[in-house]
C-alpha cells in the first residue's frame, strides 16, 4: 500500500493544516505541563528513580522535538487524504493520532497530577500500543512519516520502562 511519499506539491493551505498538527500537538502538552509544573519541584524530587533516570533538564527539548516530528507525521498522513485508495487509511491514522495525544496528555496527568505511577503506567502502556499500531501503518503510507514517528515510539518504549521502574520503587 506505499504510495509516492510526497503526495502532491504543498499548498498555502497545506501550510495552515501543519500549523494545526502543531498546535494540537502543543495544547497536549500545555495541559501536560500545568499538571507537571507543580510535582516536578515538589513531589517528583522526593520519590525514588532507577540510577539511569535522565536528568530532569533532557525532558522539554526531547519533548519539543517529538511534538514537532509527530505532527509533521501526522501532516504528511493528512496529505495524503485525496487519494481515494489511501482514505480509509489515513481517516483511521489521524484519528489514532488525536487519540494517542490524549493518552499521552493523560499520562501526565495521572503521573504527576494525581502522583499515581500505577494508574500512569497503565495509560502508557496503552499509548505504547497505540503508536506500534500507528508505526506499522505509517509505514505503509509515507515512510518519512514512519521515520519521523520512531523517534516517539522509541522513547515512549524507554518512558514505559522508567514509569514501571519508578511504580516498583515507590511501592
Not at 57 to 72: D, E, G, H, K, R
Not at 143 to 160: C, D, E, G, H
Amino acid at each position: 500500500m506505499n504510495s509516492d511519499p510526497t503526495p502532491a506539491p504543498i499548498k498555502p493551505r497545506d501550510w495552515f493544516a501543519l500549523t494545526g498538527f502543531l498546535a494540537a500537538s502543543f495544547a497536549a502538552s500545555a495541559i501536560g505541563g500545568l499538571a507537571t509544573a507543580s510535582s516536578v519541584t515538589t513531589w517528583f524530587p522526593t520519590i525514588a528513580k532507577p540510577a539511569w533516570n535522565p536528568p530532569s533538564a533532557v525532558f522539554a527539548p526531547v519533548w519539543t522535538i517529538l511534538y514537532i516530528f509527530m505532527s509533521i507525521a501526522a501532516w504528511r498522513v493528512w496529505r495524503h487524504r485525496e487519494n481515494p485508495a489511501l482514505r480509509p487509511a489515513v481517516r483511521a491514522l489521524l484519528i489514532a493520532h488525536f487519540l494517542q495525544l490524549i493518552l499521552n496528555t493523560a499520562w501526565s496527568l495521572l503521573f504527576f497530577g494525581l502522583r499515581r505511577p500505577d494508574l500512569a503506567f497503565i495509560d502508557i502502556v496503552a499509548l505504547l500500543a497505540a503508536l506500534f499500531w500507528i508505526q506499522v501503518r505509517l509505514s505503509r503510507i509515507d515512510r518519512p512519516a514512519a521515520m519521523l514517528w520512531t523517534p516517539y515510539l522509541l522513547w515512549v518504549t524507554f518512558a514505559t520502562a522508567l514509569n514501571f521502574s519508578i511504580w516498583h520503587l515507590n511501592q
